[in-house]
C-alpha cells in the first residue's frame, strides 16, 4: 500500500464528519507557501580572463545552472542584486557581455528585476543597462507589488556631485542615494500596508569609512526602522555571506556568484514567504540559508 492510499484511509469517516489522523493534522500545521522569488547577486560576467578569485567566464555556466533551478521551482519572478556584468574598455564590449549573460538568465523564462551595481553601469549609462538588461524596471529605485508584500527596489550608483554612474564617472566605494530617492523612499514606505522587502546592491548595515556602505546608511536606516513595515533587507557587493540585525531589521548580505572555479562556488537562492509569517532564504551551493519573520 502507497503512502498516498495509507494516509486517505487513516481518516475516519463518522457522522458526515471525519477524524483526522496525527499526519495529516500535522499536514494542516504546515506553513504553506504563497510567493517567492529566486535571487542572485555579483555575476560579474565578462569574456575575460580570471582575476584572483574572479573566475568571469565561468560566470556563464553559473549562470544557466540558476536558470534551470528557477525554470523547475517556478517563483514568481527573479531578482538580480547588481553587478550582472564586469566592466569592459568600451561600451560596444560591456552591452555584448550584458546580452550574452541575459541571454542564459532567459532560460528560465520569469521576468527579472534588477538592482543596479556599480559594474552594471560602469561604461555604459543606466538608460543603456535597461534597453538591454530585459529587466521589468527601466529606472533604478522603485517598487512593486505581489501577493501582498510589497518590493523596495533602491539605486545607491551616485556619485558625490549626485551623478549617476556611467562612463566611469566614479569609483567603486563613493556609493550614494540622492536626496530625492531618500524623499522618495519614506513616502513610498508610508504609502503601503503591506509587509515590505528591501533590495539594494551596495550596504546599508554598515557605515563610512567602511568602503562597501552607501554613504546615507544612517538616514535611510531610520527611515526603515521608523516605517515599521521592513522584514529584510537584501544587499550584495561585498561578496560574503553575512548577516546582521540592526534594531530589528535583518541585513542579509548574499553570496557572489563570481567568487571561485566550478560549479560548486556557485551561489543563488529563493526567497520564500510562507501564510504564517515565516520568510526564508533557502540557499545554494555557497549561499546560507537564513530564516526571518515578517
Not at 15 to 43: C, R
Not at 132 to 150: T, V
Not at 200 to 229: C, F, M, T
Not at 235 to 245: M, V, Y
Request: proline share 3%; charged share 30%; glycine share 6%.
Amino acid at each position: 500500500m502507497n503512502r498516498r492510499n495509507f494516509t486517505r484511509m487513516s481518516s475516519l469517516t463518522l457522522g458526515g464528519g471525519s477524524i483526522l489522523s496525527a499526519q495529516e493534522k500535522e499536514a494542516q500545521k504546515t506553513p504553506k507557501e504563497v510567493l517567492s522569488l529566486g535571487l542572485l547577486t555579483d555575476v560579474h560576467y565578462a569574456d575575460k580572463d580570471t582575476s584572483g578569485s574572479r573566475v568571469y567566464r565561468e560566470s556563464l555556466a553559473k549562470g544557466k545552472e540558476a536558470a534551470l533551478f528557477f525554470k523547475e521551482k517556478k517563483p514568481s519572478a527573479v531578482v538580480c542584486l547588481g553587478d550582472l556584468i564586469d566592466a569592459a574598455p568600451s561600451v560596444e564590449t560591456e552591452i555584448s557581455y550584458l546580452e550574452k549573460i541575459t541571454k542564459v538568465l532567459d532560460e528560465c523564462g520569469l521576468p527579472r528585476h534588477h538592482v543596479l551595481g556599480n559594474h552594471c553601469v560602469s561604461t555604459l549609462t543606466k538608460e543603456e543597462f535597461f534597453k538591454h538588461a530585459g529587466s521589468l524596471n527601466k529606472q533604478g529605485h522603485y517598487s512593486f507589488d505581489l501577493k501582498g508584500k510589497h518590493f523596495v527596489v533602491l539605486d545607491a550608483c551616485y556619485n558625490a556631485r549626485m551623478e549617476p554612474y556611467g562612463r566611469n564617472n566614479f569609483i567603486w566605494h563613493d556609493s550614494n542615494m540622492t536626496p530625492a530617492e531618500i524623499e522618495w523612499l519614506e513616502e513610498d514606505l508610508k504609502a503601503t500596508r503591506n509587509p515590505t522587502v528591501v533590495f539594494v546592491h551596495q550596504r546599508l548595515d554598515v557605515d563610512r569609512p567602511v568602503k562597501y556602505a552607501i554613504k546615507q546608511s544612517k538616514k535611510v536606516r531610520k527611515i526603515l526602522e521608523k516605517s515599521g513595515k521592513v522584514t529584510a533587507v537584501f544587499q550584495g557587493h561585498s561578496h560574503k555571506n553575512e548577516l546582521k540585525t540592526i534594531n530589528g531589521i535583518p541585513y542579509c548580505t548574499l553570496a557572489a556568484m563570481i567568487e571561485g572555479s566550478g560549479v560548486d562556488n556557485n551561489s543563488y537562492s529563493l526567497l520564500r514567504f510562507f501564510d504564517d509569517g515565516k520568510v526564508s532564504l533557502e540557499g545554494y551551493r555557497r549561499q546560507i540559508s537564513k530564516e526571518f519573520k515578517s
